[in-house]
């Protein structure tokens, strides 16, 4: 009971994590993160899409994925998934509530995403977006999960930084790598 109360606390919080990053660092200055979010963020600044739903559409594929072969990881996902998108969607208001400058931005947005993901990730659920890809190569080829996060977003920030110039690309690259990070020294601190 203990492990389950501490998995759902860990999604709440990584969950609320993630959408403070999100809408309050990244998006007033069109930063973006990697993976599912990224490209969530991506439709967001061009088409006004929500992020949350957004992501949610984006991963029925990897979500289908985790049902089919892992069980364990889809039902953490999925709720780490719904909670994150619905979070991210119901605190866009904070895009409008800091003003910080885009270094800033970048530094905070990823220490306070890479915290949520970590937190998730180290009690084996995600948002279901390539965190669960990630973790899926990385259990079956032992990369650390931290580097597969850092390679798979940075192609997506690469992918996009054709649509928003190079001072967003080199910010969001920025973003990423503090993503990684402290992603990497939650994962490590068992």
């Not at 994925?65 to 991210?88: D, N, P, T, V």
């Not at 192609?155 to 928003?164: F, N, P, T």
């Not at 001072?167 to 020294?185: A, E």
């Amino acid at each position: 009971m203990i492990i389950i109360l501490q998995k759902l606390a860990a999604i709440i919080i990584g969950s609320f994590l993630l959408a403070i990053g999100i809408n309050g660092f990244l998006v007033p200055h069109h930063l973006i993160d990697g993976g599912i979010i990224g490209i969530a963020l991506i439709l967001h600044y061009f088409f006004d899409f929500q992020t949350g739903v957004t992501m949610v559409i984006l991963s029925i594929p990897l979500v289908l994925y985790a049902w089919l072969y892992e069980r364990a990881y889809f039902f953490s996902s999925i709720q780490g998934l719904l909670l994150s998108s619905i979070f991210i969607d119901f605190f866009s208001p904070l895009q409008n509530l800091f003003s910080v400058p885009i270094t800033v931005s970048a530094i905070l947005g990823g220490c306070i995403i890479g915290l949520g993901i970590g937190l998730m990730l180290r009690y084996e659920t995600s948002t279901g977006g390539t965190e669960l890809l990630a973790k899926f190569i990385s259990n079956a080829s032992s990369v650390n999960i931290a580097v597969l996060i850092f390679l798979i977003d940075g192609l997506i920030v690469a992918a996009g930084s054709l649509l928003l110039g190079a001072q967003s690309f080199i910010f969001s690259c920025f973003t990423i790598m503090i993503v990684g990070i402290v992603t990497s020294v939650l994962e490590i601190s068992d």
